[in-house]
């Protein structure tokens, strides 16, 4: 069974930093991409950014430049390193994994990912 740990959320001031790290467990297959969603009162979940087993990254353009991807395969766990902050950063942001590898930034669709963990809350605020 796939499952998707996700953890570092928190308060933090405006241009503030945080790191989410989420732990994938229980999968086998060596293709896969996985990614960070965020989804805030009222709105739809969306793409923050997601990278795949090739090492290919995508980013919203809302927060390119501020923030980064990266995996540790090893542990089996994947970042979002998120610096300078802002208000309309905040949300419940969700790691998402899939196996069927269609591409970036198809993958970093809501409907493209499989499996999903429960999100941890990111609140922007002074």
């Known amino acids: 069974e796939v499952q998707l740990q996700a953890s570092g959320g928190g308060l933090v001031q405006p241009g503030g930093s945080l790191r989410l790290s989420c732990a994938a467990s229980?999968?086998?297959?060596?293709?896969?991409?996985i990614g960070w969603f965020r989804q805030a009162p009222g709105k739809e979940r969306e793409g923050v950014a997601c990278?795949?087993?090739?090492?290919?990254?995508f980013y919203a353009d809302s927060v390119k430049g501020r923030f980064t991807i990266s995996s540790d395969n090893a542990k089996n766990t994947v970042y979002l390193q998120m610096n300078s902050l802002k208000p309309e950063d905040s949300a419940v942001y969700y790691c998402?994994?899939?196996?069927?590898?269609?591409?970036?930034?198809?993958?970093?669709?809501?409907?493209?990912?499989?499996?999903w963990g429960k999100g941890t809350l990111v609140t922007v605020s002074s």
């Open positions: 998402a994994l899939t196996e069927q590898v269609l591409g970036l930034p198809i993958n970093c669709l809501r409907y493209a990912m499989h499996y």
């Open positions: 229980g999968f086998t297959f060596d293709d896969y991409a």
């Open positions: 990278i795949t087993s090739g090492g290919h990254k």
